[in-house]
């Protein structure tokens, strides 16, 4: 089996990429969990009968890695990446330092998994959870109808932030009910966050934050620089998982019908629909679940050939450890 190092093993997606790898039965003993200036000692869990080593990343020789699973903040990336890259190891970055590099391809996997043999440096790069969760139920419906227009609406969890936003969500909500002020606990977000929403997701850039402006530069990356891309993402008070409203726009006119069936047939997406009170799927039900979840399928009749669709997803597991497992193995069978 691949020797598979993860980087930042002591974030919350690290830790949930280490998870996912022991729930698909790889040995302890092939995996090496890196943190920078870890302390010798430092251990973290494997499963439940299970504790690694963490290793320090700045002292690790990367020619002891088959791949490499970069699960860090991206500025942590773009220090160790060129140390990993210098020793040839296969590189899966999911961390968004390299999603502006054209040597580097973004793969979603199921919609364009030959871009991996254009990785010439040995990196490709995953999209943020949120594309991953908006694209990978369009793969087959791309193929067949090619899509050239998305419009979404993203509801983010605090998880998406980190757990210091996390930690902030719990806080606020206890001192709510113990009616204490929240002054000195709008850190992360700078305005209330508990029992509330926030149309903003990252810095302004101009009129759109800088995740917005990802969301739109990532589905170009995957699907072509000439589509057409709006997006709107908001906190709302939840831990984990993510929901969008996804408006799509086809060039070949489509039976609804085959749309459904399409995604029904692609791997990682489960489809629950169904017309009636509770007949669909949401950010309660999906944590912890390895799919994407669509609901609310229906045609868009204020474009020409436009449907949309409801999706959730448990966004550190399904849209990211999940599918990095996927896109790992498409580079190591590279």
């Keep these: 089996m691949a020797k598979i190092a993860v980087v930042g093993a002591n974030e919350n997606l690290g830790r949930e990429v280490l998870n996912f790898l022991c729930e698909n039965d790889v040995k ?14 430092t251990m973290v869990s494997y499963g439940e009968d299970d504790d690694l080593d963490v290793l320090n990343l700045d002292d690790f020789d ?18 160790y990446l060129p140390k990993a890259v210098a020793k040839g190891v296969k590189i899966v970055d999911c961390s968004g330092a390299t999603a502006t590099d054209a040597e580097v391809p973004m793969i979603v996997a199921g919609l364009n998994d030959n871009a991996v043999k254009d990785a010439k440096k040995n990196v490709v790069s995953v999209p943020s959870s949120v594309v991953t969760q908006i694209l990978k139920p369009l793969s087959k419906i791309n193929e ?24 902030e969500l719990f806080t606020q909500t206890r001192k709510i009910y113990m ?14 966050i508990a029992f509330n929403v926030l149309p903003q997701v990252g810095e302004f ?30 906190y709302v008070p939840a831990f984990i998982g993510a929901g969008v409203f996804v408006n799509v726009e086809t060039v070949k006119e489509f039976d609804l ?22 007949g669909y799927v949401s950010l309660n039900d999906v944590q912890g679940e390895n799919d994407i979840y669509v609901s609310r399928l229906r045609q868009d009749l204020s474009v020409q ?14 849209d990211m450890a999940c599918h990095a497992f996927e896109v790992m193995n498409l580079m190591l069978a590279k």
């Excluded at 990367?62 to 220090?79: N, P």
């Excluded at 990802?214 to 997006?231: F, P, R, S, T, W």
Aim: a negative charge.
């Design 205 to 234: 850039i101009g009129e759109e934050t800088s995740a917005e402006w990802q969301v739109n530069a990532e589905i170009k990356k995957v699907l072509g620089g000439n589509m057409k891309v709006h997006a709107n993402l908001a």
């Design 257 to 278: 019908d085959e749309v459904r069936a399409l995604m029904e047939q692609t791997d990682g997406v489960t489809v629950f629909d169904k017309q009636l009170d509770g």
């Design 28 to 41: 302890v003993s092939d995996v090496i969990a890196l943190e920078p200036k870890s302390p010798m000692g």
């Design 144 to 167: 067949k109808y090619a899509v050239k227009r998305i419009v979404t609406s993203a509801y983010l969890s605090t998880s998406a932030h980190g757990k210091e936003a996390m930690d």
């Design 179 to 192: 009616n204490a002020p929240l002054v000195d606990d709008e850190e992360v977000f700078k305005k209330q």
């Design 62 to 79: 990367f020619s002891k890695a088959d791949v490499a699973l970069f699960a860090c903040s991206a500025e942590l990336a773009k220090r």
């Design 305 to 318: 050939n436009g449907f949309s669709f409801w999706a959730v997803a448990d966004n550190l597991k399904a």
